[in-house]
Structures are given as C-alpha cells and as structure tokens.
C-alpha cells in the first residue's frame, strides 16, 4: 500500500534513484516494477547487491528477515509500520541493525505532519499547562488482502492502526506508557481478525490515554481514515486533526463523493528525512527505538485482548 506513495515522492527527488523492486510474491513485483518503470528482480540478494538503501514494506511477519538480511548486507533501512509483531521479532531486528551500524528509519511520518509539529510545540510551551489526559483517534476502512490474515499481519486493526499514535503519544509526553488494556471484537466485518480495537493507556507521570485504531470507516468512505489527538490540560485542551487539509469532491462518476488533500505530502517528508539522514550520515528522526517502543504497545495489546487484563508494555 504505502510503498506505492514512497516511490512516487522518491520519483520527485534527484538524490534518490530507484534501482529495482523485490517480491516473495514474483507477480507482484512485476505489477509494481511496470506501474514506476523501475526493474523487478527476482532474488533479494541481486535487489541488494545494487541497492545503497532499501524500503521495506512487506508484510508485518516478514518484517525481521528482510530487516535482518538487509542489515547484514550493510544497507541503510527505512521500514513500514509496525516493526515488530512479537518479542522474539522486536530482538532479531535490534541485533541485526545494531551489529551492523547501518542507518535506520522508521516509517511514522504522523510525526513529521505540521499539525502535530505545531501542537507539540504549543504543548511544550504550557498552552495547556500540565497534561492530564489523551486522546488518539487512528480509524481507517479495512484494507483486506494480507492484513487480514493474521499469519502474515499478526493481526488486525489493532496491529495495524494502533502503532501511529501510540508513538504521537510516547514523544508528545516524552515517555512511554508502562501498561494497557485493549478491547477487542470482529463484529463488523467478520473477520479472522480484529476490526476494531480500543485501548486504554497509562503512563508513568500518571497521564492516561485512549486511543481507537479501529477499521470503523465504510468502504465508500470519503477518505480512507482519519489520524486526531487531542490533550486535556490543566488550562485547557489542544487538538490536531493530521489529516484535515482536504476539500470535498463531488462527481458523476463512482466514488462519487471523495476528499482531496492540500496539505503536505508526508511522504515526501518521510523520504526526504531518510535521504538525508542516510547522504549526512546523521540520526534520523524516527529511530528504531521509536519504531520497537511502538510496537511493545501493539505487542502488549494483543496480549490484554486475550487475557481480558491491563499488560505490562515491555522494553524492546
């Protein structure tokens, strides 16, 4: 899904050069290679041999091996959300990239959107005076295909739309919550997996945190989701809505309602924070601890939905 607006930004940069697509699946590869007039390839290690950095944005399982064969390979990485969909994952990534010292980028570019830049700032600033309390939104139509199926996406709409605001919260606060409860159910759509998904945060300055993450947006929704969060104050409460810049497009032809966007393209961001980061050899600004920590949340949900019981959010 994503890697198709990562090559479009990378497409609009001199600095970047695509050299090839790599797939376990050799069709889809093919279809992506066409649609950017890049060179499918048809083994990783070829893709690798003549790549300087890569994007990984397979399936969330296979997140590890690619990470850790990539790594191993000396290439700077930057890789889709979330990182991790257990412990034992979370650990082989760590130790992959930290024994080879490649540059790695996480890909959170809710992080990178002006609306919560400028929130964030007025926050520090004590706009609101201490915080009390968070909310975070993530809701999204169902995206089917793969993350659907548990055995490749290690879940669903809490593993898929959960890790985005949980990291807004984690720098927002500039902590990491230590517990969560998270309810769960597959009402709506039926599914093998969640499809909606509603945690409860706490953090250890006391702050407490709600966040929806749920696939609760209609297939002919006039966006795909929606990406808030809002903090109560002692003086008041501050929102940023990411996503708000768009306009409503009315047409004859289906999908005959549709919202435009007009404001940053948080891809672009994405990529240009990554090549630089990679040309300047510097820290990027979404690390892989930024990425693990995210993840410990989702990981640590998908344990409370089955046990019924607040978790310990683990240390990744």
Known sequence: ?????????????????????????????????????????????????????????????????????????????????????????????????EAAGVTFMTSFPCRLSPAYSAMRTRVQDGAVGA??????????????????????????ALMDHVVHVADLMRDLLGESPTTVYAQVNSLRLNLACEDTAFLHLTFPSGVFATLDGSWSRPSGYKTWGDVRLSATGEKGVIEADLFAQALDLFTDEAPTHREVGYGSSLDRELLAAFAGSVAEGREPPLTLDDGLAASAVAIAAVQSAQSGEPVPVPVL
């Not at 915080?131 to 290690?154: I, K, M």
Request: aromatic letters at 6%; glycine letters at 8%; proline letters at 4%.
């Open 131 to 156: 915080v009390l309390a968070l909310c975070g939104t993530n809701h999204g139509t169902c995206p089917f295909d793969w993350f659907v199926e548990p055995a490749e996406s290690g879940g669903g």
């Open 1 to 97: 899904m994503h890697a198709h607006g990562y090559a479009h930004a990378a497409r609009e940069r001199e600095d970047i050069e695509l050299v090839g697509v790599w797939d376990h699946k050799p069709e889809r590869a093919t279809k992506f290679g066409r649609r950017w007039e890049i060179p499918d390839v048809e083994q990783m290690d070829a893709l690798l041999d003549r790549a300087d950095a890569v994007v990984i944005a397979s399936e969330n399982v296979r997140h590890a091996d690619h990470i850790a064969r990539a790594a191993e390979a000396g290439k700077h990485i930057l890789c889709e959300k979330p990182l991790a969909t257990t412990e034992s994952e979370a650990n082989r990534i760590r130790e992959a990239v």
